[in-house]
């Protein structure tokens, strides 16, 4: 078999490679995500005696794909990273095909959390790939030659690790879950989403031939016409996208979600409560009463409200929360999250809580303002990182 022109081949080769170090950095820029993915991977395939595992797990993947990817494009160890191409492309395009005929409630993970594909777009893309591959590397040998650089290969790793580093010990600098800067918390003091009969009064609207049933406080923009009013089942209502649900109980079972957009908040998430020390339980306890100085409220938000070891400061503020939803909330265990009048401004991870000046421009300064500037801020660092790896692995 001849193989195809070099340009060609050289070709697929960096397709590939950067789909790879796309898929390693956005799984590396959010490892909490990604060990949610894991997770859902190892309930799907009946093995989730491993969950314990889910984190490194993901780490590992994350770091093979990265790694090849980076590998791939600037052209060191051709024919080891040929086979390792071949063999996760294989690997990936057999588990995607399992997801296709089981059609199980899950996303495939293939970009982290940053971008969403159907089990059958996560096969297309596999077969692309596959495509790719036999045209890079068949027959065995015909590695599309180009020099080594294996300086830049060396950086593009250590950049990786040092993203995974960083966005384990902050926050993943653009935030994928619907709780980003600038999000507007749903409550029950602010809707009836709650009602016990499960019905609300809504009114009808029809934009392109559609229909859609809104919550009156929330009503759609001009483009949509007004139909009539009616009532109906809650879960047929719609709310803006931009909107989040933030649900958390007290010891009563009773749903107390509107204090989370009651003035000043800072909420504080627990989602691994078994895993927070004496020392980490102090260190929140410490920020908790600083946030009270200041005239913030403090809540506290546990996956197990019940556990041990809460600091007796800290249990008055205690409410019950999905763990999922808490690590949506923040990425951080003991993370803390600032709201103000019910919108998201800022999210501080275990380890970067704010310092009383910080902490006071919090509070003082417009909350839009704030919201903007955390989002902007996270965005020019992970565009900025993109496009030197890009630069460093592509240019000569």
Known sequence: ?????????????VLIGLTFFASGLLKLADPVGTDLIVEDYLK???????????????????????????????????KITAWVTVGLTAFFTLISIILLVANPEMDCGCFGKAIKLTHLQTFIKNVVLAVLCAA?????????????????????????????????????????????????????????????????????????????AFAESWLPDSTWTFVSRDTIQRNNIRFPDDYALLPFYDESGDAQDELAVLGKVMVFSVPAPDKMTKKNWAKLAGFLDKTLSKGVNPLVLISDASCSGIPAIVRPY??????????????????????????????????TYPDDKHLVRLIDRDPTDQAITAVSRGRIRAHGYLLYAIAMMILP
Not at 334 to 351: E, H, N, P
Request: aromatic share 10%; net charge positive.
């Open 1 to 13: 078999m001849k193989p195809l022109p070099k340009s060609i081949r050289r070709t697929a080769a």
């Open 44 to 78: 799907f395939f009946h093995m989730g005696f491993l969950k314990s595992a889910a984190t490194v797990l993901g780490a590992i993947l994350a770091l093979a794909e990265g790694i090849t990817g980076a590998a791939l494009v600037t052209g060191v160890a051709k």
């Open 136 to 212: 890079a590397f068949l027959p065995p040998g015909s590695e599309p030659a180009r020099k080594g650089r294996l300086a830049a290969f060396i950086l593009e790793a250590a950049g990786l690790i040092t993203v995974l580093i960083y966005s384990a010990i902050r926050l993943p600098s653009i935030d994928f879950t619907e709780f980003s800067p600038g999000t507007e918390l749903l409550a029950s003091a602010d809707n009836d989403y709650q009602a016990e009969d499960g019905l609300l009064a809504v009114s009808l609207y029809s934009k392109n031939g559609q229909t859609g």
């Open 318 to 351: 205690v409410f019950s929360a999905d763990r999922r939803v808490l690590l949506s909330l923040n990425r951080s265990n003991g993370g803390a999250t600032y709201f103000d009048d019910g919108m998201l401004v800022r999210k501080y991870s275990y380890y």
